[in-house]
């Protein structure tokens, strides 16, 4: 859930994969533009743009990305939610090591929000059987800030 603006500091990240075709680099462009329409408008107090690597190790101690998906798959698991397929765990040779490792795929765009610094939501994921995108991250931050909207209006009459 994320509240309005006049309810919690709202912080967003959006983790976009260091190496996409043009047209999802396009895309991700696009949907940072308008995050930052909507920071502009009051919805979102701040607003990142992280970049991340299509994989990384899964036991690599020193990968922040593994860290931030370790955050992420808590949070799922609290909500009872799945993060999967967006986020997978893949074997795959790793020619420095010489053997088989686990990898981490990232997804190439995951929105994550924030309220007063807590993680409250992360797109994409499986909620009940039902796939929430990014976009359905975008509307819930716009139907925040109509909400918040509204009751300025309200309380201001």
């Known amino acids: 859930m994320i509240a309005s603006e006049t309810d919690r ?3 967003v990240e959006l983790h976009v994969r260091s190496e996409l075709p043009a047209p999802a680099r396009s895309q991700a462009s696009q949907v940072y533009e308008e995050l930052g329409v ?12 992280k970049h991340w690597p299509n994989r990384t190790p899964i036991d690599d101690p020193e990968s922040d990305v593994r860290d931030t998906y370790l955050q992420f798959q808590s949070w799922a698991t609290d909500q009872e939610y799945s993060l999967a397929p967006f986020f ?5 040779y790793t020619p420095e090591v010489g053997d088989w490792c686990d990898w981490l795929v990232t997804p190439a765009m995951c929105l994550a929000v924030y309220e007063d610094g807590t993680l409250s939501a992360v797109y ?10 990014v976009q359905d991250g975008m509307e819930a931050l716009e139907r925040a800030l109509l909400e918040g909207t509204e009751r300025s209006a309200a309380s201001a009459d």
Do not use: K, N
């Not at 997978?88 to 795959?92: D, F, G, H, K, Y």
């Not at 994409?124 to 995108?133: A, C, L, N, V």
């Open 9 to 11: 500091d709202v912080t």
């Open 38 to 49: 909507l920071a502009g408008q009051g919805a979102i107090a701040d607003l990142h743009r």
């Open 88 to 92: 997978q765990i893949r074997e795959c």
């Open 124 to 133: 994409p994921h499986r909620d009940s059987g039902e796939t929430r995108t």
